[in-house]
């Protein structure tokens, strides 16, 4: 539980950055060039059949880009617009794809926005669940590249989705409402065309107890990995529901990634257990369900905590950061873990990151803070702002919650 106050304390304790303008630059000496952009509070029109989604196609992408998660809100907190960016690494301008009022209230509970999950592994869909037009009624999903959008009409709340590798299934968290409380209803499965939903793994929560965890797929697909607690982490089999336990409580919200190569599945543990140290490791497997083999750890001496692991494409190396929060000590660092020998590698970054993950090809690094994404060569050389986000209004913040790569060929 420390844990996760800490990761929400994170959000809660920081200052509100300046409206700044988005920039590019080659390299941190040069002169940086600054390019306007519009405030996100558009005159776009609605996307057909919603009343608040706004989209406008990316079109054809050439090149290398990053696909940023901005979230702009009042100081209150309430209502927040999650705005989506398509951001070029070769520092030209971004472009706004996305924007929406994101929900609030008893159906919002326990959602969570995580790319690692809702982008589709050809990096050109997003599955959402938290836009005000579909809240509580399903999913929708836009096709960035296209800029379309499509509802997947769901009974009950549903949140949380997750891409199976071929893109071709969402799983989900459900749950009803029973009064004023939420009440879970497990893992269920629905396919990427919208047919045949189905509970996967019934809840064993009560109302107002909790919540199911979707952290992803495991590495063939075959399976969903979730959570019902704290300390157990599970795989269920997509075909007949059975559960397996593999393993004890871990981190963040994406404490798993997974890829076809072996080893296949990196997981961050969290071993604190009763001495309340902050101390875990980080373990590779050839399978979800497989027994694994600990690559790095983590202990009283950083004051922190890693989390977020991403496999390099064309590699075995591991890209990973600390959180940084009120009761946990700031480290300005990411941690890449070779998933083979386990040699470790550190990178000093301008401050401390809240996301990151690797462009398409593996060359470089992305990553952010709440303020700007960056970007980097993999050894930590050429390493340059590419993105700060402007408030769509006076006494708004702009914060930026996930960077992944997009729409990769």
């Not at 600054?34 to 406008?56: H, N, Q, W, Y």
């Not at 901005?70 to 706004?96: E, Y």
């Not at 995580?114 to 599955?127: E, F, H, I, M």
Request: glycine content about 10%; charged content about 20%.
């Amino acid at each position: 539980m420390r844990r996760l106050a800490l990761i929400l304390a994170l959000l809660a304790s920081c200052g509100s950055p300046a409206a700044v303008q988005v920039t590019g630059s080659p390299t941190p000496s040069a002169a940086p060039s600054v390019v306007e952009v519009p405030s996100p509070a558009s005159s776009r029109s609605p996307a057909p059949e919603f009343r608040d989604l706004k989209i406008t196609p990316a079109g054809d992408v050439r090149g290398d880009h990053a696909l940023v998660l901005q979230v702009s809100s009042p100081s209150g907190g309430f209502p927040s617009t999650l705005i989506v960016w398509d951001v070029p690494l070769d520092g030209s301008g971004p472009r706004q794809l996305v924007s929406y009022e994101r929900a609030t209230g008893p159906l919002a509970d326990f959602d969570s926005l995580a790319l690692s999950r809702q982008l589709s592994p050809d990096g050109r869909r997003l599955v959402l669940s938290d836009p005000v037009d579909v809240a509580g009624a399903g999913l929708v999903v836009v096709d960035l590249v296209m800029g379309t959008a499509r509802r997947i009409p769901l009974e009950g709340i549903t949140n949380q989705p997750a891409w199976s590798p071929d893109g071709e299934r969402i799983a989900y968290r459900g749950a009803t409402m029973a009064g004023t409380l939420q009440k879970d209803t497990g893992v269920w499965v629905v396919s990427a065309a919208g047919a045949g939903a189905r509970q996967l793994v019934p809840s064993e929560l009560a109302a107002g107890a909790g919540a199911t965890t979707i952290y992803g797929w495991t590495e063939d697909g075959k399976g969903v990995i979730f959570s019902m607690r704290l300390d157990a982490l599970f795989a269920a089999d997509a075909a007949s529901g059975a559960v397996t336990r593999i393993g004890g409580p871990t981190n963040g919200l994406s404490p798993v990634a997974s890829r076809a190569a072996r080893p296949s599945v990196a997981i961050v543990f969290n071993d604190q257990g009763a001495s309340g140290q902050l101390v875990g490791h980080v373990e590779v497997r050839d399978s979800a369900a497989a027994s694994g083999r600990t690559v790095a750890r983590y202990g009283p001496a950083e004051g922190t905590f890693l989390m977020e692991p991403r496999w390099r494409p064309g590699s075995d190396e591991i890209l990973l950061f600390y959180v940084s929060g009120e009761g946990v000590a700031e480290r300005d660092e990411l941690v890449i873990v070779d998933g083979i020998t386990g040699a470790r590698r550190t990178i000093q970054t301008p401050s401390f990151v809240r996301s990151a993950g690797w462009s398409a090809d593996g060359k470089r690094i992305l990553y952010a803070s709440l303020a700007e994404v960056r970007t980097a060569d993999a050894d930590g050389s050429n390493d340059h702002a590419l993105f700060r986000p402007q408030a769509p209004r006076l006494n708004e913040q702009a914060l930026i919650i996930g960077v992944a790569a997009f729409a990769p060929r």
